[in-house]
């Protein structure tokens, strides 16, 4: 029976940035089973972040070799590097790296944002005796691990079908990471519950859209299909424009759902507030930078082979999409009240400027959308790390969740004057301000969008940036120049707090309550009078923090040697 | 292409079916009822499957989905509740039209671009399937598609560990061994509780509901017999109670029987009843 | 030349004693303000051996370029770290860092109370450096660095005491504002870069000077215009001006810095700069005119209304810079003239700023002038400082302004057909109205009786400033009287100018000039008459203007002139009101009109994300068949 | 019978599908209507491929059965959990994300 059968040849050097990450990953599910629960943490840790380094010098080492032959490929292509996936790939390695540090730190209160064990019903007696015992999901640096291989996947392929699996690869994990959260867990877990919902529904639309491609092209090989839009007589319905148009829409809707552009945006403010926050951190950074790299992969290389109808069609489709979303992430993130929200809809703001710079499909849109992405990302990661720090305390010292409501950051300068000077560089950078990455990003994306013709598309962008501006200089000056509410409030705060020293032993003043019911008043008032708290790095956050910012500042001072790189990544076809 | 005329019957007495089973997934109001009509469409489509010359799949799609996939949906419900009914009253306002019209929408615009696949004949899967079609299909696998298998292979670990993690609640005290627990019932008897398990509510008592306390061999009504929340919830009947309601049953029985019967045998049968009244009945409240 | 690698030490500099003060932190506070002082000295000192070095030169020798390396190099946008140094910048340079000096050295006595003075020298240090990679950048994109830099220097510095929310506010407003006119400068660099390729001066103003060949006039015309907005913005013209006067809110020194050498004469500096661009644009050309013409008048009347000493001053410098503005939009005539004009007005408008401030230092942190009055003998020196650049924004011979703003009015009756009559006249009237407010500020201070409380717990004690306040006043003074003269000797600024913005033949206005400047001399010696009359000879109602003027009009119609009430008080009070009113209403009401529309649409917006997942998916789906409709509406491809 | 009616069965389950998703506000019949889509797209990959006399597409049928179950474990964990929490299994009553 083996006659026929010829067993591929594998180069294994070319799929190592994404193997050692997914190896390390089922390394890691073996460390779970046999590691004792005292060292798994630390362990998972090494490992994690040993494979993200480690991918990371594999994507260099790769690099000259792609670059001088312009691709490299296994097994038909299903696995395929271009210069462009390589440099996506790295800015995937790059961002993921801060991104665990963030999720590995415990900060000085001694717990990590994850739940002892996230199969406990919140709120019960098990989930305190969870945490009493010690517990640690140390699972989710094994997920976060295959979550970062289908990232590196997504974009390095030249197959749909492939395509389609890493992003359930990278999904899955995602969906699982979300519910995991210490605190506030009914949100991470309805997080979890609505990122899933809307990501299957979206991935079944992709499907379909996968499939009438299929039909036709007879193929899901994205080089093939270009061979058969060029020459319709190669297959047998080459001759129907509509499928693949319908197909290549539906198959955006896919990709477009996991850049968080508009419509396919709804999930994305309440997943990353509810998502534990160095988990939101991680997936903005790197699912955007993965999406955007798998949306170039199918998009520009299917464009060599549309005519001009369909190009133009296509183009349409992204120009409603870059307005929907420009529009829809600056006005609703200018009313937002809370940190993480207001993140989340800035998010989608860059999804649009992202997409704006794709409309040419050329080698300068991708250049700019490669800088883009290490901009945004280091600066949307340092950001939720901060967002990690900034707590709530009670008044018996007890630090609590985060604080995330905007009102609650005021007057951060003066309680953490390094950590605001940070935020406030990431938030500068976002707005595109000029000596930070984001500047050039900006300017990058828009010019691609006027070298194609798209001024009006570049203008609106100019536009939606002036205003989201209002925004984030919005936070900057709550936190620098507004007093905090807790010192507005402190001459109040200070007589109801004195008898109040022993924390929820407070009797209640007026005694015929019951002590039940002064008991919960007593607590509803501690949650009232929460203060806002900066708790200290136990190391990693502060040394993400520290690596996003310099890499803002450097990216933005100096950013001839990443643009180089970025150019050289621009090649997007073999 | 055209089918042969077996195909073309068995299509037209599925598929209808199929479309039918389908909407009932809109319109059920028991998510089980749901589940089933969702296995029929996939039973469905395993015959179809095999009728468009794809065998293997048609095996696939039973074992996996209909086997697996679909009783893993049960077992969920089950864990859910399996008779909880879903009310069909729309609560968010014009969705019910959003829905429908979306829906209908997809379904058109999927139609017309669909229904017009075919310009020339089909090839068929003839030469394709020469050598068995899972045999074809092992070749593509293997030849073409093993990076995809391998990450497929990375995407059901992650699947368990993703059911782990979220489902899986260890252990955080010692394991109960039947040693450790006989020990601690033979240490609690020195506080007056019982060695045994405890009685079944109603055992010996003449009425065997929940909420009626077991008699004792002394035929005292044993209180904590009967489950500790209808207990809290003041739900319990009390022996007392219970004597009472048989002796109202009996004086109805015996004033039913002094119609027809003699006054010394109604006298016999109020002394019977009387065993079951204890000195503690009264005052245990 | 010789010197030119020095350039990059003039942004080093001031950019070098910022870092030091932000990153020492609390250990500089005693002595942090000095280093601040030295690096803004040290600037000055490198710029004038620059300076002196290209006097040795031949006049066409004396434009050129430094490179440090390169900035960006990404295929298509290549731009160089590069530095022009010539006459125009070198200017600026020297503007910058002399009249920065002395601001700095005024804070430092004037600020010495203020716990965070560490902090302001800081930005004080941060603002000229800024300032100054904008004047010397040889690319737009350096400049936008430097422009952007301005703008966050002055956002920190307006904010600067932001214990006060209206401070908060206020620098916020600024830098969102401004941001509106960076936009402007953004997609001019874009369509600069999809026209020629390039953003560096020498290839796009050489591009342009050569009628911008391959350019259609429209997008000529759309880059003058963005860069219009940009300018706008920076320099607070119509209709971009509101955040000028909120900006007071900031410490007076701030105000002098931003009025006089930095921030505001940026947009004059851009546009005189991009000259060529709008010269090939001769359209956007007029509308710097006319907006130019509009602010000045705008400003003017504006000005008359305010009885904040500070927001008088502010509104005034809204008047100047719209001189400087129309000058910059009559085409190279009026280039030099707009730097010159930019060059004494720096100095008198600091020295009028800083002798406010002094003022205010005398007066408690006073700013409201009706509480003023008869501070001239208890402020001497502060009276003359400022009495001296008072003359000088009138224009009084022979101290700066009239050389400067006399040119101005000249340039604007020069030309053809209704512009001359026009601009003209507006300069002409403006140079009235300029004279009745400026008159009426340095009254209302320092003539008159005195109308503050002289006993009570909270009266002031007027006193003249420390040295280190007084001396800055006073040299600025000088430069206020002696500066115009000394650079009109032979033209001399207009030639020295020259190879920068070109030599233009001398066209004759359409009056005589000997006319024209006797009709200026008139109406400033009316307007400073009439303010002399309501405000040095009769008594200044101390309650707000409405219950002002009917007291007012009562007084007067028992012994003063009934016909010049009638004629020119009533309308002008009415016409300045009606003008405040609508920059309150109407321009402020339309940004906030935009700001509340974003806040309702975004409100409209939030609702949509009611967190219920089906309508999410149903948004999902809907999304996905607007898209589909809008691509079969504009092709009919779809099926 | 013409191969296309295959394709529009399959358009119409793919619709009925979405509509549950929609519509329905139990959560795991939504998921089910998910996994409807999932078959429909499958039966269009069948059909495909006997029509391009490819058996690639019955491959891809069979990875997408194979990611489909994957994802209804993910999902059915996720379901679970959250109906520990809240006792509910209704889509609607997860709505304490909002703005």
């Known amino acids: 029976m083996n006659d026929g059968f010829i067993a591929p040849e594998i180069d294994w050097a070319v799929v190592a940035p994404v193997l050692v990450v997914l190896g390390a990953g089922v390394l890691g599910v073996l460390v779970e089973a046999f590691v004792p629960a005292r060292a798994r943490r630390v362990t998972q840790i090494l490992l994690t972040l040993a494979a993200l380094a480690g991918s990371l010098v594999a994507v260099v080492l790769l690099w000259p070799r792609v670059l001088r032959d312009g691709f490299a490929f296994i097994v038909d292509g299903t696995y395929l590097l271009t210069p462009f996936t390589l440099g996506v790939q790295a800015v995937v390695a790059v961002l993921a790296i801060p991104g665990v540090l963030v999720i590995a730190d415990r900060t000085s209160s001694g717990e990590d944002a994850f739940a002892p064990t996230a199969a406990a019903v919140p709120g019960t007696a098990y989930e305190d005796a969870a945490r009493q015992a010690g517990l640690q999901q140390t699972e989710i640096y094994p997920l976060v691990l295959f979550a970062t291989g289908g990232m590196l996947l997504f974009p390095a392929t030249d197959n749909l079908i492939v395509l389609f699996i890493a992003l359930e690869v990278l999904s899955l994990p995602l969906y699982v990471l979300c519910a995991t959260a210490r605190r506030r867990r009914l949100l991470s877990q309805e997080a979890a519950f609505k990122y899933f919902l809307l990501g299957s529904f979206a991935s079944a639309l992709m499907l379909f859209g996968i499939a009438l491609v299929y039909g036709f092209a007879g193929t899901v090989s994205l080089e093939t299909v270009v061979l058969v839009l060029q020459h319709p007589e190669l297959s047998p319905l080459g001759t129907m424009p509509g499928l693949v148009l319908t197909g290549v829409l539906l198959v955006l809707v896919g990709l477009l759902f996991k850049v968080g552009a508009a419509p396919f945006h709804t999930w994305t403010p309440d997943v990353y507030q509810g998502a534990p926050t160095p988990v939101t951190g991680f997936m903005a950074a790197c699912t955007k930078a993965a999406a955007v790299g798998a949306l170039v992969r199918v998009l520009f290389t299917l464009a060599a082979g549309f005519d001009d109808a369909l190009r133009g069609d296509i183009v349409v489709a992204l120009w409603v999409v870059a307005i929907l979303t420009m529009l829809v992430g600056t006005v609703a993130g200018a009313v937002q009240t809370d940190v993480k929200r207001l993140l989340a809809y800035s998010s989608i703001a860059h999804a649009g400027f992202l997409v704006v710079g794709l409309v040419g499909f050329s080698e300068l849109g991708a250049r700019a959308v490669v800088f883009y992405l290490l901009a945004y990302g280091l600066a949307t990661i340092g950001a939720f790390a901060v967002v990690t720090l900034v707590r709530e305390q009670d008044a018996s010292g007890v630090v609590l969740g985060e604080a995330t409501r905007l009102a609650q950051w005021a007057g951060l300068g003066r309680k953490a004057p390094w950590l605001t000077a940070a935020f406030a560089l990431f938030l500068l950078s976002m707005a595109g301000i000029p000596l930070t990455a984001g500047f050039l990003a900006k300017f990058g994306v828009f010019q691609a969008a006027v070298d194609a013709g798209a001024w009006p598309l570049a203008v609106l962008g100019v536009l939606a940036s002036a205003v989201a501006v209002f925004f984030y200089v919005r936070v900057i000056v709550l936190m620098v120049l507004t007093p905090p509410a807790d010192e507005r409030a402190a001459p109040e705060a200070a007589g109801a707090a004195a008898p109040g020293a022993a924390g929820a032993a407070v009797r209640p003043v007026e005694g015929g309550g019951g002590t039940a019911a002064g008991v919960v008043t007593a607590a509803r008032t501690a949650v009232a009078r929460a203060t806002v708290v900066v708790v200290g790095s136990r190391g990693p956050a502060a040394l993400a923090i520290a690596l996003c910012a310099l890499g803002v500042l450097l990216v933005g001072l100096l950013p001839a040697s990443v643009l180089d790189l970025a150019g050289e990544a621009a090649k997007f076809r073999p | 292409m055209t089918a042969s005329g077996g195909e073309a019957f068995l299509f037209w007495t599925l598929a209808p079916l199929m479309v039918l089973a389908a909407s009932g997934l809109l319109v059920v109001r028991k998510a089980v009822h749901a589940a089933i009509c969702v296995m029929f469409v996939m039973v469905g489509l395993a015959i179809l499957y095999v009728a468009q010359e794809a065998p293997f799949l048609g095996v696939v799609q039973v074992v996996v989905y209909t086997g697996a996939v679909m009783m893993l949906f049960l077992f969920v419900l089950m864990l859910v509740g399996v008779d909880s009914a879903d009310s069909l009253t729309e609560t968010i306002r014009g969705q019910r039209w959003i829905g429908l019209l979306l829906g209908a929408g997809l379904a058109a615009v999927l139609l017309t671009v669909i229904g017009r696949a075919t310009f020339r004949p089909a090839v068929g899967l003839a030469d394709a399937n020469a050598v068995s079609n899972p045999v074809a299909l092992a070749r593509v696998l293997f030849e073409h598609y093993v990076v995809a298998m391998q990450v497929v292979g990375v995407l059901l670990v992650t699947a368990a560990l993703a059911a782990l993690v979220l489902t899986h609640r260890r252990r955080l005290g010692p394991r109960l061994t039947q040693r450790a627990v006989a020990t601690a019932r033979v240490a609690a008897l020195a506080q007056g509780r019982p060695l045994t398990p405890l009685p079944a509510p109603g055992v010996y008592a003449q009425n065997n509901a929940m909420d009626t306390p077991a008699l004792g061999p002394d035929g005292r009504p044993l209180e904590h017999s009967v489950p500790r929340v209808l207990r809290i919830r003041g739900q319990e009947r009390s022996a007392t109670a219970v004597l009472a309601a048989e002796e109202t049953l009996v004086e109805h029985r015996a004033a039913a029987a002094e119609l027809s019967e003699a006054a010394e045998l109604s006298e016999t049968a109020r002394t019977a009843g009387s065993p079951a009244r204890t000195p503690g009945g009264e005052e245990h409240r | ?639 | ?99």
């Open chain 3, 1 to 639: 030349m010789q010197t030119l690698a020095l350039a990059p030490w003039l942004v080093a500099t001031p950019s070098l004693g910022a870092a030091i003060l932000l990153l020492a932190g609390r250990r500089t506070d005693r002595w942090g303000h000095w280093v601040g002082v030295l690096a803004s000295a040290a600037t000055f000192v490198v710029g004038l051996v620059m300076l002196l070095d290209m006097f040795g030169m031949a006049p066409e020798e004396r434009v050129a370029h430094h490179t440090v390396g390169t900035w960006v190099d990404a295929g298509a946008l290549h731009v160089d770290l590069g530095f022009q140094i010539d006459p125009l910048s070198m200017t600026f340079v020297m503007l910058v860092t002399f009249v920065g000096t002395l601001i700095h050295v005024y804070s430092v006595a004037y600020m010495s109370h203020d716990l965070d003075r560490r902090r302001f020298f800081a930005y004080l240090n941060l603002f000229v450096a800024a300032m100054l990679l904008l004047v010397l950048a040889d690319s737009y994109l350096v400049l936008f660095v430097g422009w952007e830099g301005v703008g966050l220097a002055s956002f920190l510095l307006i904010g600067f005491w932001d214990h006060e929310r209206v401070n908060a506010v206020a620098g916020k407003k600024a830098f969102v504002m401004n941001r509106v006119g960076d936009m402007g400068l953004l997609v001019a660099m874009m369509l600069m870069l999809a026209t020629f390729g390039a953003v560096d001066f020498e290839t796009v103003i050489g591009a342009s000077a050569q009628g911008a060949p391959g350019a259609s006039q429209a997008v000529m015309i759309a880059i003058g215009l963005m860069l219009l907005l940009a300018a706008c913005g920076k320099s607070a013209q119509f209709p971009l001006q509101a955040w000028l006067g909120d900006a007071m809110a900031g410490p007076t020194p701030v105000s002098a810095l931003i009025h006089a050498a930095t921030m505001v004469t940026a947009g004059v500096y851009l546009l005189v700069r991009s000259g060529p661009v709008l010269e090939a644009a001769p359209d956007a050309q007029l509308v710097v005119a006319i907006v130019g013409a509009v602010t000045l008048l705008f400003g003017a009347i504006v000005g008359c209304a305010k009885d904040d000493i500070k927001k008088t001053l502010a509104a005034s410098t809204m008047s100047q810079i719209g001189y400087m503005m129309l000058a910059a939009g009559l085409g190279p005539v009026g280039y030099a003239f707009a730097i010159f004009h930019l060059i004494t007005h720096g100095f008198f408008k600091a020295g009028l700023f800083l002798g406010a401030g002094s003022v205010m230092h005398a007066m408690g942190d006073t700013v409201d002038m009706r509480r003023f009055g008869g501070l001239a003998r208890l402020l001497p020196v502060t009276t003359i400082t400022m009495g001296l650049g008072w003359l000088a924004i009138l224009g009084v011979p022979p101290f700066s302004g009239f050389y400067s703003k006399d040119k101005i009015i000249e340039a604007a009756f020069m030309g053809e057909g209704w512009r001359p009559w026009v601009f003209g006249f507006a300069a002409l009237l403006g140079a009235g109205i300029t004279a009745y407010y400026m008159s009426r500020l340095f009254f209302m201070t320092f003539a008159g009786r005195r109308r503050w409380a002289s006993d009570g717990p909270d009266a002031p004690h007027p006193h003249e400033a420390p040295a280190l306040m007084v001396w800055p006043m006073i040299v600025l003074a000088v430069g206020s009287a002696g500066l115009g003269f000394a650079l009109n000797v032979g033209d001399g600024f207009v030639h020295w100018l020259e190879p920068v913005v070109g030599h233009t033949e001398h066209h004759e206005p359409v009056l005589p000039v000997w006319l024209l400047i006797a009709l200026t001399l008139v109406l400033v010696v009316l307007g400073a008459a009439l303010a002399f009359r309501q405000y040095a000879m009769s008594a200044v109602p101390t309650t707000p203007p409405h219950a002002h003027a009917l007291v007012r009009a009562a007084r007067v119609d028992l012994h003063q002139d009934d016909v010049n009430e009638a004629l020119v008080m009533r309308p002008g009070q009415y016409l300045t009101r009606a003008l405040v009113y609508s920059d309150r209403t109407a321009v402020d009401a339309g940004w906030l009109g935009l700001a509340g529309g974003i806040g309702r649409f975004g409100d409209r917006l939030r609702r949509l994300q009611s967190g219920y997942v089906r309508q999410y998916a149903a948004q999902t789906l809907g999304g996905l068949a607007v898209i589909a409709v809008v691509v079969w509406l504009l092709s009919g491809q779809v099926g």
């Open chain 4, 1 to 99: 019978m013409e191969l296309t009616n295959y394709l529009g069965l399959a358009a119409i389950l793919f619709a009925i599908g979405s509509a549950t998703v929609l519509l329905r506000r139990n959560s795991i019949v939504v998921f089910m209507g998910i996994e409807l889509m999932l078959n429909a797209t499958n039966l269009v990959l069948v059909t495909f491929a006997r029509m391009h006399g490819d058996i690639t597409g019955q491959l891809l049928a069979f990875f997408v059965m194979v990611v489909a179950a994957a994802e209804v474990v993910v999902g059915l964990a996720i379901i679970i959990t959250i109906f520990r929490a809240r006792r509910s299994a209704s889509v609607d009553d997860v709505n304490l994300l909002q703005s």
